[in-house]
């Protein structure tokens, strides 16, 4: 997945995940919250559990938990 980036009439938001702990962790959240429609890209960071993801609107946060769930993972919300 791209790093982020902020173009015009972009939303970057930054959403804390609990357990990714590798870059298979970070491949499994940045897919799963990739197909979420309207979302341009993803970037996430095991080290610091954030992950940062760049959609055409604000993303409705329980599509973002399902997504993260379907990974293995937990949200705990935004950073």
Do not use: N
């Amino acid at each position: 997945m791209t790093a982020p980036t902020d173009t015009p009439g972009s939303v970057t938001t930054v959403y804390k995940v609990s357990g990714m702990s590798c870059g298979h962790c970070e491949g499994s959240v940045s897919g799963e919250i990739s197909e979420i429609p309207g979302v341009t890209s993803v970037k996430a960071v095991a080290s610091t559990g954030e992950v940062t993801v760049v959609s055409a609107a604000p993303l409705d946060e329980e599509a973002v938990r399902a997504a993260v769930d379907e990974a293995g993972f937990e949200l705990a919300g935004r950073a």
